[in-house]
């Protein structure tokens, strides 16, 4: 691997002596890395090793193609590069209750997200942003198939989060970035990097800190990371933590990295030659006690009529529901006076507790989320197809009628994995699999 002059002499100064050993574990292959949803049953791969730092993550032996696995489409498990799962080891180590609001401000893909899911384990409020529309898309299906009910995905300018009064108990700032710590894995963050994007990166993460603290609580984490290695860009939440408002909080598992400390800021550097995974470098900080009064918004009772063909949908619909959209989402009952809030600060949200489904006319149509959500009634009428043909609807095909049933609606089950709906008609099962995540290729 060819590196740019500038950052052989950049981390040369940096890491000194271990600079070599540095460079050579750059020619060594990426490992290969997953996040399993344990709700779910478990995937057939041949797992490894666990990733010590993280809960419920494996190294696999070598990589396999996810792309016709149907227990990935369905979200038994999420691929993720191993250094970034740091992330379950800081939320497990923190003063974090259960049952707390976590923002994810920069979100997608979303790996992040699963892992604060995993940790709230729907006790707490999860809501996952990205600014970028087909971004924030790619989130809300990643969060979908994991099945839980208790997160939020919005969209748009990070700047209108502030419009809605709402405060977090944890914030993960995952940053744009100049990439450096992806070298091995991908070839245009090598190609494309340059002093230039390193300061334009830099702009833009001083901005997202100070919208992180003013969305953080009183008492609330910022927990701050990018995939790059430089100075500049690790450090700069310094004029952050040089404030009167947060301190440092420091990471137990220190001995694992690299740190770099200042006066006001320790930087912990996840490096290829010392942890088994990319480059990824944190930040742990806590706004110091204050008060806080949020902005007072309307009592809004949702509450609209179930249609009776959704009515068994799920287990137990212990929840508020409002039509959004054309689309009947079930809230839970705790968390409705926050999508209430983001509503009305006009924030654009792209979903919300659990989807139900659309009715158009006197017909009801499911939505796809329904049929990966952990509540989902088990009970509901079942297609089992072989292994073929489970690829066959992932590429959204019609699927020959298999067997007969006075059922409008069927869900497609292959083994464990409950891969979508699809309806009932007189010659054939109609596919129901969202065009917009079929598979096109393999």
């Not at 290969?32 to 666990?50: A, F, G, R, V, Y």
């Not at 989060?161 to 700032?173: C, E, F, K, T, W």
């Not at 292994?387 to 464990?416: F, G, I, Q």
Request: one cysteine or more.
């Amino acid at each position: 691997m060819k590196l740019p002059e500038k950052f052989q002499l950049q981390m040369q100064s940096l890491l000194e002596d271990e600079y070599q050993a540095f460079e050579n574990s750059l020619e060594s292959p990426s490992p290969t890395s997953i996040h399993l949803n344990t709700k779910k049953h478990k995937p057939n791969l041949t797992l490894e090793d666990t990733v010590p730092w993280a809960k419920d993550c494996f190294y696999l032996k070598e990589r396999p193609k996810f792309i016709i696995d149907p227990y990935f489409h369905s979200g038994h498990y999420y691929v993720q590069e191993a250094s970034s799962m740091f992330i379950s080891a800081i939320l497990q180590q923190l003063d974090i209750k259960a049952e707390s609001r976590i923002l994810d401000l920069c979100a997608a893909p979303g790996g992040k997200s699963l892992i604060a899911l995993d940790f709230l384990n729907e006790e707490g409020l999860l809501h996952s942003h990205d600014s970028t529309s087909h971004r924030a898309e790619v989130l809300r299906q990643n969060i979908t198939k994991w099945g839980m009910s208790n997160c939020i995905i919005t969209t748009g300018n990070v700047q209108l989060l502030r419009n809605s009064g709402l405060q977090y108990d944890v914030i993960l700032l995952d940053a744009p970035c100049s990439g450096e710590g992806m070298f091995r894995k991908e070839i245009d963050a090598l190609s494309q990097w340059n002093e230039s994007k390193i300061n334009h990166c830099t702009n833009i993460q001083k901005e997202l800190i100070q919208l992180a603290s003013d969305l953080c609580a009183p008492g609330g984490y910022i927990i701050y990371s990018t995939c790059t290695f430089n100075k500049k860009e690790n450090e700069n939440i310094s004029e952050l933590l040089s404030s009167e408002n947060f301190e440092q909080v420091p990471f137990l598992r220190a001995t694992e990295f690299h740190l770099f400390q200042n006066s006001t800021n320790t930087s912990y550097r996840c490096l290829p030659h010392r942890v088994k995974g990319e480059g990824f470098t944190f930040s742990i900080s806590k706004k110091k006690n204050g008060t806080h009064q949020p902005i007072k918004f309307k009592d809004v009772r949702f509450k609209t009529n179930i249609p009776h063909s959704s009515a068994n949908l799920v287990k137990n619909l212990d929840y508020y529901t409002l039509t959004f959209k054309s689309t009947i989402y079930a809230i839970p009952i705790a968390h409705s006076f926050v999508i209430n809030l983001l509503l009305e600060a006009k924030i654009p949200v792209l979903y919300f507790g659990i989807a139900l489904g659309v009715q158009k006319g006197t017909d009801f149509i499911p939505s796809h989320e329904i049929s990966q959500n952990l509540n989902l009634n088990k009970d509901l009428p079942i297609v089992n197809v072989s292994y073929e043909l489970s690829l066959e609807y992932l590429r959204a095909n019609t699927l020959p009628k298999m067997v007969y049933s006075s059922e409008k609606w069927l869900l497609v089950k292959y083994n464990d994995a409950i891969l979508g709906w699809v309806k009932n008609n007189a010659e054939n099962f109609k596919n129901y699999y969202p065009k917009n995540q079929r598979i096109i290729s393999y």
